[in-house]
């Protein structure tokens, strides 16, 4: 167990017998199951709802509709990203936001103070909880105990298990097919009982946070306050596609259009390494002729392609494209490594 957002969390389940590679093969070969209960949650509702919400976060609320999911970002004044959140349109009178946890808080005070009159905000952090079911066999998991399994990708449906609400979800943060299931607080631990059990007899198991980060990063998927934060931009993490470039509103427009036009200075970027070593976060990258170009921001050993792997921040002017060859400084080796397209295994996330 460890600390991690304020919460305690499970780095891996000794059950599993094999640890974070166990649980990081489960998922992407037959599923995983994950509690991720310390997320964020709110609820924000009242007339126009969906019209206030699309004002503060940067993705467009109005290209989807009831009963879709969408990736989103709340960023400051100049760009920088206070959270990444995922909103749920349950109708345009109501939209459920789900931030990471230690920046709920203040994710969902900036949305209330900023709320009109006739709109609530209702921070229901413990109110409910968050399991996610991931892997090429979730869905055979999920109708095992007649849950809906079928709906398009970010999309969810509001349902019961064992008489009980919740909210099936087809979303994730693997790159595998998978869902996020949100049931009452009071009505967790029967769910995640249910879930383990029925994943176990499709050769499935637990996995905790060691798993859930090495399957992200093999994906590029970014870490907020690691490959996105107050100090990286969208335009910097490559997270471009989840800001409504066209919305005449959102908080850090002004600031994300300008550094949109004049090209970021830095871009984010995956890393594989060549030779033996494991990179972590904030690692100096260096180019060919040993100038310092960067840093990492993630790094781990990836199970998948047996060899470490990292996110970095570089800079645009070291003009480095896919199969550049660079550096990476682990503790005062230098062990090589070369720029890949993101993701770095395939996604089968649709």
Not at 39 to 60: E, H, I, Q, S, W
Not at 99 to 109: H, K
């Amino acid at each position: 167990m460890a600390d991690f957002g304020g919460w305690e969390m499970p780095i891996e389940y000794g059950a599993s017998g094999g640890g974070v590679l166990a649980e990081h093969a489960a998922v992407r070969e037959a599923v995983g199951v994950f509690d991720v209960s310390h997320l964020g949650k709110a609820t924000v509702a009242g007339a126009r709802a969906r019209d206030f919400v699309n004002r503060c976060l940067t993705a467009d609320l109005g290209r989807i509709s009831s009963g879709q999911a969408q990736y989103t970002l709340c960023c400051a004044d100049d760009g920088g990203v206070i959270d990444d959140v995922f909103s749920y349109l349950v109708s345009d009178e109501e939209v459920f936001l789900m931030p990471n946890a230690a920046n709920a808080d203040e994710v969902i005070e900036l949305i209330a103070d900023a709320a009109p009159h006739g709109v609530r905000v209702t921070n229901q952090h413990t109110d409910f909880a968050v399991i996610a079911v991931q892997g090429p066999r979730s869905a055979e998991v999920l109708q095992a105990l007649d849950l809906p399994s079928d709906m398009k990708y970010v999309s969810f449906v509001d349902t019961d298990f064992d008489g009980r609400p919740v909210r099936v979800c087809r979303t994730g943060y693997t790159g595998e097919h998978g869902y996020e299931l949100i049931p009452a607080w009071s009505d967790a631990a029967a769910l995640w009982d249910a879930l383990t059990q029925t994943a176990r007899q499709f050769g499935g198991m637990p996995a905790g946070l060691g798993a859930r980060d090495t399957l992200r990063t093999e994906m590029g998927y970014p870490l907020h306050g690691q490959d996105l934060s107050r100090a990286i931009t969208p335009v910097q993490a490559g997270s471009s596609w989840a800001v409504g470039w066209q919305k005449a509103e959102f908080w850090g427009r002004d600031a994300l259009l300008a550094e949109r036009a004049s090209g970021a200075s830095r871009r984010l970027r995956g890393l594989a390494v060549t030779g033996r070593g494991i990179p972590r976060a904030h690692m100096p990258v260096v180019d060919g002729a040993g100038i310092l170009i960067g840093e990492t921001t993630s790094g781990t050993f990836s199970p998948t392609l047996k060899h470490g792997i990292a996110l970095a921040l570089l800079d645009s002017a070291a003009g480095l494209e896919v199969d550049s060859l660079v550096s990476i400084d682990v503790r005062g080796r230098f062990i090589p490594a070369a720029v890949v397209a993101l993701p770095m295994v395939p996604s089968h996330v649709r």
